[in-house]
């Protein structure tokens, strides 16, 4: 272990205090405040919601500090208006010299958008990234290594200086060259891992196979995990920190069209602090019914974000794609306030399987109570258009099950899938590292049609 040097910084971490306002204080005195002037800025720079919107409709909401009775913004919005305006579309707001950074979306379910950031959106972003990684437990001590791709992607660069704004040692280490990665851990002493939960399951057969190591012998101490679900799940979360001797935190997720990263979970791992106070106005919406879902414990919906304190791009009422259960709307035993989350998934992404909606995320929670066994890689193989009569599910196994167990095996994911989802998948069990790896995010649905 190399030495580590205690840091005497001020962390300088502006907006800390909104996590820990109440909710209502926040919103009158911040929120509401912010939302008249940024609806104001975007009435008078942008061209997109003067046309998507309305300068009368913008001024209506702005007069009311409320954008409830706004039209929604979907990520096709941008897109179409990006092509009709390359090449960053009419919704800039600044001049082109107050632009300071340019990034891309990861373009996982659609065409990459093009993101644009001043000054301020970088500090801003930083601000909430950086209490993110402090919430989830990122000390000045820490030496962190950054696993994620730094190509044009806001996960890279933005989320860099977002570990580094907890007073950390950030090492830039990007993805691929997996082998030197290991041997850097071991040699500069790292504590700490910023990676996807799927890069993990392909640094373990490095390690054990390649090294011949058992993980647990590595320095690391804590997994700050994101860009994909499936850490909320006990099963997932407890087999990571067996298997590595580390703390594994659920700290990252955002979207990079809206704000780079939007929260953590803290020590209390009860639910996902949503840290967005003074940045985004949160709703909740169910687009089946047409309504609003009000933000309290249990409700489910798409999390609809506004931004109230960005110079360029904002957006009104965006829809994110990703249904959202509430945990808990009380004050955390952290301290802090505001709505804690749990991210069901895309969706985009939702399947339905004889008339059931089923997200990918669901049938990683149930292959995770199996990890004893599993190693929680799977792929779903779509094989025709919807509507599906059933689902195709290719799982990797330990390697030392036997053909009596791996049978077992099958008809008692069989029985967990009927009572928990309502049907029965059509299972494939395969070696460990038969799936393909990929180095960013794995693809959990693949459609062969
Ligand atoms: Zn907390």
Redesign the pocket.
Known sequence: MTTQIKKEIDLGLEGNSLDYMDPSELHEKVERVRIVSQLEWINERSQFYQNHIGKKELTAASKAGSVSELPFTTKMDLLTDQKNYPPFGSNVCVELNEINRVHKTSGTTSKPLTILLTKRDIKDAVNSGGRAFQ?AGLKPDDIVVHCLNYCMWSGGLTDHQCLEATGASVVPYGVGNSNALIEMIISLGVTAIHCTPSYLTKLWDIVTVEFGLNPKDLPLKLGLFGAEPGLQYPGKRARIEQDWGIKAMNANYGLSEVLSIMGS????R?GF?LMVGGSLFVELYDFSSDKNVPLESGAIGELVLTNIFKETQPLIRYRTGDTIEVVGTNP?????RGL?INVQGRSDDMIVVGGVNVFPSAIEEILSEFLGQLNGEFQIILKTPPPHDSLFLKAEHRLDLNKALLKQLKLNLEKVFRNKLGFRPIIELLNEGSLPRVKGKTQRVKKIY
């Open positions: 919430a979970e803290c020590e209390a009860d602090h955390c035993i952290c301290g802090r804690r």
